[in-house]
């Protein structure tokens, strides 16, 4: 289940933002309210959202809280949509300037602002994935009996050299590269496969029991190696 954190000042329930959360929630997500930017700007700010939704008057304090988000790397890449009543073409430049991904003016169709979510949701899983397995990342990774070597494309198991086919190599890279952190299906799906990809999420579960088979040769316990998140995904844990 996404999470939107929905960043509005309006206190009457039957204003625009309690109708803005309705609308999500019935699509599925798990909706976190702000009722002002201070609110998420504050050190002790826990929530981890995937998406937010800005619905400041006055529009600068969008572009504030925008423009800050940018600088916080908890907060850096999550997609940011921006609401306004502003729709000349400068505001909504200053808008998407200030680190907004998208800028929508008011009034607006439910039914195009949840299209415009699910598009940034997706794109958002896309870039995650990117940055999981960049160019940045280092080119030899060493986890407890594992060392995978990118420019080579071998991995070790105890010194043991294992073969692994591309797929299997990049998922399993993309796991050890963020020991602890949970990969959904369909972020490993879309990262390995594309976005325009026919196969399903099945996919992703067979090539982990294959990855799993091909540990097991080295490491007894290589279902544990790899966790599963039941109704999300995998990871591997966070030490050895």
């Known amino acids: 289940m996404s999470k939107i954190l929905l960043v509005s000042n309006e206190t009457n329930e039957v204003n625009k933002g309690e109708t803005l959360r309705t609308h999500l929630e019935r699509e599925g997500y798990k909706i976190i309210l702000a009722g002002d ?6 050190p002790t700010w826990q929530e981890e959202p ?25 907060t ?8 306004s009543i502003l729709e000349e073409e400068m505001n909504r430049v200053m808008g998407l300037e200030a ?18 979510v699910k598009a940034r949701l997706r794109r958002g899983r896309l870039e995650a994935a990117g940055r999981a397995f960049s160019r940045s990342e280092p080119e030899r990774l060493t986890y407890g009996p594992l060392i995978i070597d990118r420019r080579s494309h071998m991995i070790t198991v105890n010194g043991v050299k294992q073969e692994f086919t591309p797929k299997e190599f990049k998922i ?15 972020m490993l799906l879309e990262h ?15 090539h982990v029991q294959h990855i799993r088979r091909k540990l097991s040769r080295q490491l007894p316990d290589s279902p544990q190696f790899i966790e599963t998140v039941y109704g999300i995904g995998y990871r591997v844990k966070d030490n050895v």
């Open 37 to 42: 930017g201070e609110t998420v700007l504050k």
């Open 50 to 74: 995937d998406l937010i939704i800005l619905d400041l008057p006055p529009e600068k304090d969008s572009l504030m809280v925008c423009r800050t988000l940018r600088q916080n790397s908890k």
């Open 99 to 116: 680190g907004a991904d998208d800028y929508i003016t008011k009034p607006f169709s439910y039914r195009e602002l949840l299209a415009r």
């Open 76 to 83: 850096r890449h999550v997609p940011v949509i921006m609401l």
């Open 192 to 206: 390995i496969w594309g976005s325009n990809c026919e196969v399903n999420n099945r996919a992703v579960d067979m």
């Open 172 to 186: 399993l890279y993309t796991l050890v590269s963020r020991p602890g952190k949970v990969f959904s299906r369909r």
